[in-house]
């Protein structure tokens, strides 16, 4: 895996991603550290199930073009689908 940080000079934005590659190079997936631009259900989502908890949504795309978005909460991955439904697996 080869993680990548950016800073936009003209905007002072960070931008964190990973980029995860089988052994033969391939791409089989990449996530980015979402600011905004995420589903709107994400957010009502978390914040019902856990209530005042502070949260990070990241978005994946895999070698198909499957887009999902997840939350690392302690050790667990929460999924949502592209329309930010909860998921229980990372494909589409």
């Known amino acids: 895996m080869i993680v990548i940080t950016v800073q936009n000079i003209l ?3 960070t931008v964190h991603s990973a ?3 089988d052994r033969a190079g391939y791409i ?12 709107t259900r994400i957010n009502d989502y978390f914040a019902a199930t856990y209530p005042g908890e502070s949260f990070q949504v990241w978005s994946s795309l ?4 499957c887009q ?15 329309n930010g439904k909860t998921k229980n697996y990372l494909k589409c």
């Open 62 to 65: 895999d070698d198909l073009g």
């Open 28 to 39: 089989i997936h990449s996530d980015w550290k979402m600011t905004n631009y995420y589903p």
């Open 19 to 21: 980029i995860v590659y």
């Open 68 to 82: 999902s978005y997840y939350i690392m909460r302690d050790s667990e991955k929460i999924w949502f689908d592209r």
């Open 11 to 13: 905007t002072n934005v």
